[in-house]
C-alpha cells in the first residue's frame, strides 16, 4: 500500500536502536542507512528538525509471519528494557485470529508486530492507525486523493474510516493525542507532488516512471 512511511525521531541513534532490536526479531532487516535516514523496506525514519517535528501518537502495525515472531519481538523489546504497551496475545477486537504485541518506542509511538489471516504479503508494514481532530474533515481529504494514492474506502463508522489498497491498510480514528508529524509516501501514477491532511501529517506521491 505505501510507497514508504517516514517518522521523525528525537534521538536517531536511540531509534535505530530500538528498530533494530525488535524488527529483526520478525525477519524485517535493515536495508539503508544514509545521512538523512535509516530504513527497513518500506518503513523509514530521520531525524526532527525545526521545520519537521518529532512524530507524535502514531501507531504502526509490522508484519509477523506467525504468533511465534510476535511473541519474539515483544521479548526482544522488553529484555533490551524498551517499555511494554501490550504483551502479545489475541486481540478479537480486530478479528477472530489477530494476534499482537505492542512496545513503545522512544518518541513514545506504538510500534506492534501483527499476525492475522489478511496480512500482507509483502513489505514491512501491516498497517497503520491515525488519531485525528476531525474525523468529518479527514475522511473528506482521503475520499479526495484516494484515486490518486491507489487506496480505497474499506469500512466506516461515526469516528473512523479504514483504507486499504488490498495489501495493507491504514486507519483514521477520531480521539487524543492527535497523531502528528507522519510522513505517507504513496505510488502514484501523476507527476510527483506533496500536501498535507488537516492535521498537518505529511503527505506525498511520487512516481518512479517520470
Same mark, same amino acid.
Given at each position: 500500500?505505501?510507497?514508504?512511511?517516514?517518522?521523525?525521531?528525537?534521538? =536517531? /541513534? /536511540?531509534?535505530?536502536?530500538f528498530y533494530d532490536t525488535v524488527l529483526p $526479531? *520478525?525477519?524485517?532487516? @535493515?536495508? +539503508? $542507512?544514509?545521512?538523512?535516514? #535509516?530504513?527497513?523496506? %518500506?518503513? @523509514?525514519?530521520?531525524?526532527?528538525?525545526?521545520? %519537521?517535528?518529532?512524530?507524535?501518537?502514531?501507531? *504502526?502495525?509490522? =508484519? $509477523?509471519?506467525?504468533?511465534?515472531?510476535?511473541?519474539?519481538?515483544?521479548? $526482544?523489546?522488553?529484555?533490551?528494557?524498551? @517499555?511494554? %504497551?501490550?504483551?502479545?496475545?489475541?486481540?478479537?477486537?480486530?478479528?477472530?485470529?489477530?494476534?499482537?504485541?505492542?512496545?513503545?518506542?522512544?518518541?513514545?509511538?506504538?510500534?506492534?508486530?501483527?499476525?492475522?489471516?489478511?496480512?500482507?504479503?509483502?513489505? +514491512?508494514?501491516?498497517?497503520?492507525?491515525? @488519531?485525528?481532530?476531525?474525523?468529518?474533515? /479527514?475522511? &473528506? !481529504?482521503?475520499?479526495?486523493? &484516494?484515486?490518486?494514492?491507489?487506496f480505497r474506502l474499506k469500512t466506516e463508522d461515526?469516528?473512523?474510516?479504514?483504507? #486499504?489498497?488490498?495489501?495493507?491498510? !491504514?486507519?483514521?480514528?477520531?480521539?487524543?493525542?492527535?497523531?502528528?508529524?507522519?510522513?505517507?509516501? !504513496?505510488? &502514484?501514477?501523476?507527476?510527483?507532488?506533496?500536501?498535507?491532511?488537516?492535521?498537518?501529517?505529511? *503527505?506525498? !506521491?511520487?512516481?518512479?516512471? =517520470?
Amino acid at each position: 500500500m505505501f510507497e514508504h512511511v517516514t517518522i521523525r525521531v528525537s534521538d =536517531r /541513534a /536511540a531509534s535505530e536502536l530500538f528498530y533494530d532490536t525488535v524488527l529483526p $526479531a *520478525i525477519g524485517i532487516e @535493515r536495508t +539503508a $542507512a544514509a545521512e538523512a535516514f #535509516t530504513e527497513w523496506g %518500506d518503513f @523509514r525514519l530521520t531525524t526532527a528538525g525545526a521545520d %519537521d517535528e518529532v512524530t507524535r501518537g502514531l501507531h *504502526i502495525g509490522f =508484519r $509477523a509471519t506467525t504468533t511465534e515472531l510476535v511473541d519474539a519481538f515483544w521479548n $526482544a523489546g522488553v529484555e533490551e528494557g524498551f @517499555r511494554d %504497551d501490550g504483551e502479545p496475545g489475541p486481540r478479537t477486537i480486530y478479528g477472530p485470529d489477530y494476534y499482537g504485541g505492542f512496545l513503545l518506542d522512544p518518541d513514545d509511538n506504538s510500534a506492534e508486530a501483527a499476525h492475522h489471516a489478511g496480512l500482507r504479503t509483502t513489505g +514491512a508494514i501491516d498497517h497503520l492507525w491515525i @488519531r485525528v481532530a476531525e474525523i468529518e474533515e /479527514a475522511k &473528506a !481529504f482521503y475520499k479526495t486523493i &484516494a484515486p490518486v494514492a491507489g487506496f480505497r474506502l474499506k469500512t466506516e463508522d461515526d469516528d473512523l474510516a479504514r483504507y #486499504t489498497s488490498g495489501d495493507g491498510s !491504514f486507519t483514521i480514528i477520531q480521539g487524543v493525542p492527535r497523531t502528528e508529524n507522519v510522513h505517507m509516501t !504513496f505510488a &502514484a501514477s501523476v507527476d510527483p507532488f506533496q500536501t498535507t491532511d488537516p492535521d498537518g501529517n505529511t *503527505i506525498e !506521491f511520487v512516481n518512479h516512471n =517520470r
